[in-house]
């Protein structure tokens, strides 16, 4: 079965400065799909990015961006000129290819603080 | 275009007792996912529904039932509440349009407190 890990419980970064959130999963399958979701206090999770596992070019929008590194099953987040609207709940997720449209795995999540 | 909604927003019942919970999937979606977020925890998928039928599910017991309206909506069924069943309760909607992954997009969830 597959797994989702995210080491960091808790992070805090000041505003204007980047901070990273670590995340690494577990699969034996070759295509997949990775994810970060941001929930904030108003629980509406919200799709930060997302990463075929066959692209070997990072994905990036706009402030966000990942380092997938694919051998070593890591999916890091990098928030650059963090905003005080960064501050949430922000999810690692991982889906098979194929197969149901909805069974998202997700991680337990890291709380990210943003200090003005 | 609306997005997904949820009732109601919180909801207090008693262990043995039964809960339906609602979503309305955004606009031109016609598949609905729901899932458990227990504190402190990320969401478990609990089971999708695709034009009406169960299409996908998660490690929920039976007494987690489901089902989809011909205009999309969907609810949520929990017979014999548990303790452990206190938790949000997401709903999540996509458009199945073709073999690739369609994003979700998740309502405000209900908050269930078991008894």
């Known amino acids: 079965a597959q797994t989702v890990t995210q080491s960091q419980p808790e992070m805090s970064v000041q505003e204007a400065e980047t901070v990273t959130l670590s995340c690494t999963y577990d699969?034996?399958?070759?295509?997949?799909?990775l994810f970060w979701y941001k929930q904030p206090p108003s629980r509406q999770m919200i799709l930060v990015i997302r990463?075929?596992?066959?692209?070997?070019q990072n994905a990036t929008e706009n402030r966000f961006s990942v380092n997938f590194q694919k051998a070593a099953k890591s999916f890091s987040l990098k928030i650059s000129d963090s905003q005080l609207g960064d501050a949430a709940m922000y999810f690692c997720a991982y889906k098979n290819y194929g197969g149901s449209q909805g069974n998202l795995i997700f991680g337990k999540g890291t709380k990210l603080s943003v200090k003005p | 275009e609306t997005g997904v909604t949820q009732s109601p927003t919180h909801l207090i019942k008693t262990r043995g007792q039964q809960v339906t919970l609602r979503c309305s999937s955004q606009s031109g979606h016609n598949t609905v996912s729901w899932y458990q977020q227990a504190l402190g925890q990320g969401p478990q998928f609990i089971f999708q529904y695709y034009r009406e039928e169960e299409n996908g599910r998660g490690n929920f017991p039976p007494r987690f039932s489901g089902l989809q309206f011909p205009n999309y909506s969907s609810e949520l069924n929990v017979n014999a509440l548990e303790l452990d069943d206190s938790a949000l309760y997401l709903c999540?909607?996509?458009?199945?349009?073709?073999?690739?992954?369609?994003?979700?997009?998740f309502g405000p969830g209900t908050r269930l407190t078991v008894l």
């Open positions: 990463q075929e596992a066959y692209k070997q």
């Open positions: 999540a909607s996509s458009s199945r349009v073709n073999s690739g992954y369609n994003e979700q997009f």
């Open positions: 699969t034996s399958e070759s295509d997949y799909y």
